[in-house]
């Protein structure tokens, strides 16, 4: 019963009380920004590293405090400054942590680093205007939502709140939580208010509402434009709802459907959102060499577009299509990306990774991840890999590379148009690449300019981008 367009999905179903027309707004946790395009040396159509060959040491970042690390242009007289590669069985222990990490993710909405979905047309306005995340729906009968994924362990207890604030529109229809949803918004809680003083708290699932606390009047709720504070607190197994830090109900917590949480008003209405508040314990799940990872920040199969910029001009063609983020330069002189930023802490340790399938185009060019990235001084950490078996890893500042890796050949790279997976992994100090499974290097983490990552390619080829993910280690 859905239909998807781009990052829009429509699905109707019909509810005991009226006909509703829901819009499911994919977003991301993630700020969207533009790509870049840049200048990068061919991978060599001959060996000029082995794969036993030492690596060369990362450019390290000065003592004294300064804006950005500084980079040289690559030249063919300049040489990469090497040390001896750290053996691969070389095990890290210092970064293992038994006892899941507390959760606190705060919003008060002064910016939209968190990229919360942001768009205008003449059925909905939703942008960050003065502090607050404005939800203005300016169609009859329609409903939105808007709901990003936490990596919150339900089954532990937590707590979430948000200031909600009519503005305008109808006074008889719901506004307020959408919570422990599935990624797909087709089941989920809900807890609101209406402008006219009423609160109701259901679930909607299989395309139903079905009402655990049908709509109540009470005093506790403010009318029109005053401000409410809903909070919902889960405490061992029970479930408690507040206005306004008054108590209104109490029931058993039977699980949710997700990890997805944000905000739906229904009917034409402007409400505005403000201090999100979540506190809990993350959802981690055990990895590799004992290891802890939380629950993805982004697990994105491209099955539909949830949030990535699209490009079609004259140097490249960004776009979702048959389940692949696909990427396609134009020229063979130009390299560009398509990257979005996550609340990770880059002192601590993480990793992304997607899977790359080569199409068509020149084969000794470069395609992989650019990470670390900095949009306004046009900088990042690109790692990337060829058709015919080479990998290497560069520091681009201003179209100035510095080479980290040169270019190395590796059995575990599958050559011509097979698909290969990457991993770059930072744990502590160090980055860890993996291709296909297999560590094929492992250096001192070059510094990092930011927090945006994405996929990156070099050259007039065709790259499909598959089940991007990003994953924080506690």
Known sequence: MAESMKSLTCIVFTSPRYITLIVLLTVSLFAVQPAHSQLLPAAPKKPVVEEKKPAPKPVVQPKKVVQSPAVKKDTVDQKPVVNIKIPESTKVSNVVETVPSALEFTEEFNNNLNGWYSKSDENHDFKIVNGKY?????????NWYVANP???????????????????GIE????????CSDRTGENFMFFGVS????????????????????????EQVNKKYVPNLLTIKKEGKFITYYVNNQMIFSMPFEGGYGRSFGFRLNDKQ?????????????????AKEGL?????????????????????DGDKNIYVDDGKLQLTGIHNNKSFSTVRSFPIDLNGSFSISA?????SGVSDSPFGLAFGADLIKNANIYFGITTKGYYALWMNTNREYTEVIPWTTSSSIKQGSAENEIE???????????????????????PLYSNFFGPRISGAQRVDFDDFIVREFK
């Open 134 to 142: 404005r939800f203005a729906s300016l169609k009859d009968n329609a």
């Open 150 to 168: 936490i990596d919150l362990n339900t089954e532990k207890d937590f707590s979430l709140s948000v200031v909600a604030q009519w503005q305008d």
């Open 172 to 179: 008889n229809n719901r506004f307020g939580i959408q919570f």
């Open 195 to 218: 402008a006219n003083g009423n609160y109701i708290i259901a679930d909607f699932k299989g395309g139903k509402w079905y009402p655990m606390k049908d709509w109540t009047q009470s």
């Open 270 to 286: 402007t409400v505005e959102f403000d201090h999100l508040e979540i506190k809990g314990t993350r959802y981690l799940i055990p």
């Open 292 to 312: 802890v990872i939380a629950n993805p920040l982004l697990n994105d199969p491209f099955n539909v577009n949830t949030g990535w910029p699209m490009y079609v």
């Open 355 to 359: 899977k790359l399938n080569w199409v």
């Open 424 to 446: 770059l992994r930072k744990i502590g100090k160090d980055l860890e690449i993996y291709i296909n499974g297999k560590m094929v290097d492992k250096i001192n983490c070059p």
